[in-house]
C-alpha cells in the first residue's frame, strides 16, 4: 500500500437518525407506561407495585430522551465535521475519536501497537487498537464502502505481524 493514504471516517446521517427514532419513540413509549403502568406487562407492577412501576417506566423514559438528544446532538455535529479522516502515515495512524461532544484527534504510532482485534456485534464490524494500555475503536461503517475497512484491517495487521516478528515473539 502506498503512503500516506486518506480514508474519510464520519458516522453515516441515516445510522443516527434510526437512533433518534429509536430512543425517541422508546422514550414516548415509556412515558406512556409511567402513565398507565398498569397496562401491557404485568410483571413490573407486580414486583414493584403501581407506584414502583411508574417510577421504573419514568426512569427508562428519561435515560430514552438523554440517548435521543445525545444522538440529535452527534447528529449536528457530524454535519459541521464531516471532513474527519482517518489517515494511514509512514509511521502511525492519525485516527479521529469521538469523546463526548468533541473530536480528538489521536497518533498511534504503529511500533505501539500491541494488538489488532475485529470484532462483529449485531451486524456491525469494529476494529480494536490496543496501544500503550488503551483500547481505540475502528467503525467500520463510518468509512466509505468495506473495501476501505479491508484495507485498513490488512494493513494494521500485517504492520502488528511484522513487529512481533522483529520483537521475536
Given at each position: 500500500m502506498k503512503l500516506p493514504q486518506q480514508y474519510p471516517y464520519n458516522p453515516k446521517g441515516r445510522t443516527l437518525w434510526i437512533g433518534v427514532l429509536?430512543?425517541?419513540?422508546?422514550?414516548?413509549?415509556?412515558?406512556?407506561?409511567?402513565?398507565?403502568?398498569?397496562?401491557?406487562?404485568?410483571?413490573?407492577?407486580?414486583?414493584?407495585g403501581q407506584a414502583g412501576a411508574?417510577?421504573?417506566?419514568?426512569?427508562?423514559?428519561?435515560?430514552?430522551?438523554i440517548a435521543a438528544v445525545w444522538v440529535i446532538v452527534a447528529l449536528f455535529m457530524g454535519l459541521d465535521?464531516?471532513?474527519?479522516?482517518?489517515?494511514?502515515?509512514?509511521?502511525?495512524?492519525?485516527?479521529?475519536?469521538r469523546h463526548f461532544f468533541k473530536i480528538r484527534i489521536t497518533r498511534i504510532p504503529y511500533a505501539e501497537i500491541e494488538q489488532v482485534q475485529e470484532v462483529q456485534v449485531s451486524g456491525q464490524?469494529?476494529?480494536?487498537?490496543?496501544?500503550g494500555g488503551r483500547k481505540l475503536m475502528i467503525i467500520a461503517s463510518h468509512l466509505p464502502d468495506m473495501e476501505s475497512y479491508i484495507a485498513i484491517?490488512?494493513?494494521?495487521?500485517?504492520?502488528t505481524q511484522r513487529q512481533e516478528q522483529r520483537q521475536g515473539v
Open positions: 429509536l430512543f425517541g419513540g422508546g422514550s414516548l413509549f415509556m412515558a406512556h407506561m409511567a402513565n398507565h403502568p398498569n397496562e401491557g406487562l404485568s410483571f413490573f407492577p407486580t414486583v414493584l411508574a417510577l421504573f417506566y419514568w426512569v427508562v423514559a428519561v435515560l430514552a430522551a465535521t464531516n471532513d474527519q479522516v482517518l489517515e494511514l502515515c509512514e509511521d502511525a495512524i492519525v485516527l479521529p475519536q464490524t469494529f476494529l480494536y487498537l490496543t496501544s484491517k490488512d494493513f494494521l495487521l500485517l504492520h
